[in-house]
């Protein structure tokens, strides 16, 4: 049996659940998981629906007969089948860690994505993305050049048909057209001492203040550098005894780690975007399961 999911985002009202559940149980389907929320502030909605077709129902023929329920309660609503693995293009320039985690992570199947090009401004990490038979693209951005190297990246993600961008540590701003076009589908990566400590060697200016905790944040991207709707953060605890040196290599894996679990839930379908936040639902049951080890 295929599993779907059914994602819904609409102005709160009664009867909404119900309306979801008695669709899908009319249609032969069996509700595996589900979550929702209502957010009483902004008067949204929203829900995530896991799903198997039992009477062999396809996502086209339910999207169809669903828009009628739609329609009633203003939903924006999707069906995905959850074996469809999103397509990704991650865009790096010299620090390879996050790239190198999420490499390995798409190869064992511990993240439910296919990496289809990746873009970086400098020749690094060309043999390592080759080796594994995905596309390498430089791309070189300078102040004179940027809008027509905006154009290469975004011809490689449409020629690639990719439905995410992923910065994992790419060093370069992106316009505010870039971030406008593709909102909602670039995920960004940093250090949580963001507004704190700005500009050159963070985590020699985290030190010099005695910090006691260092961390990672996982953002969508927007046209306000660093401000955009945030998915997903962690932090990892230092003493007085750890050196710059050793913030900077905590860091570097709370930043993967973090990245990884921001990106598995966008491709899980699990984050709403609401306003200037996010609704990030809990993962599926199963869904953490890898593919294979090594």
């Known amino acids: ?3 779907y999911c059914l994602t819904v985002t609409c102005p709160t009202q009664r009867g909404i659940v119900a309306a979801i559940s008695g669709f899908l149980a009319d249609k032969g ?6 979550a929702q929320f209502d957010d009483l502030e902004t008067g949204n909605f929203f829900m995530r629906v896991s799903f198997t077709s039992e009477t062999g129902n396809d996502g086209e023929s339910l999207r169809s007969e669903f828009a009628e329920t739609a329609k009633s309660f203003g939903m924006n609503f999707a069906f995905h089948d959850e074996a469809t693995k999103m397509k990704v293009v991650i865009m790096v320039s010299r620090f390879g860690h996050c790239l190198n985690d999420l490499l390995y992570r798409a190869r064992i199947g511990a993240l439910p994505v296919e990496i289809v090009a990746v873009i970086s401004n400098h020749m690094d990490y060309q043999k ?3 080796n594994q038979d995905i596309p390498f693209h430089c791309i070189k951005v300078t102040k004179e050049n940027k809008p027509e190297a905006e154009a290469r990246i ?3 993600v449409e020629e690639a048909g990719a439905e995410l961008i992923v910065l994992a540590r790419y060093m370069q701003i992106l316009s505010d057209e870039m971030c406008q076009k593709m909102s909602g589908r670039i995920i960004n990566i940093h250090h949580s001492f963001l507004p704190s400590f700005k500009g050159a060697n963070p985590y020699k200016q985290a030190f010099a203040r005695g910090v006691k905790l260092i961390g990672a944040t996982s953002h969508y991207v927007t046209a306000d550098l660093d401000e955009g709707p945030i998915i997903e953060q962690d932090t990892v605890r230092v003493t007085h005894a750890q050196s710059p040196e050793d913030y900077v290599s905590l860091g570097r894996d709370v930043e ?3 990245l990884a679990r921001a990106i598995h839930a ?4 699990r984050v709403f975007i609401n306003g200037s ?3 990030v639902f809990p993962a599926s ?3 953490f399961s890898s593919e294979r080890m090594g």
Not at 29 to 34: A, E, G, H, L, P
């Open 256 to 258: 993967s780690q973090v």
């Open 128 to 130: 390592v993305v080759v």
């Open 266 to 269: 966008h491709a899980h379908r």
């Open 285 to 287: 049951p199963g869904s």
């Open 277 to 279: 936040k996010t609704v």
């Open 1 to 3: 049996m295929t599993k």
């Open 154 to 156: 975004m011809q490689v």
């Open 29 to 34: 389907c069996n509700i595996t998981d589900s």
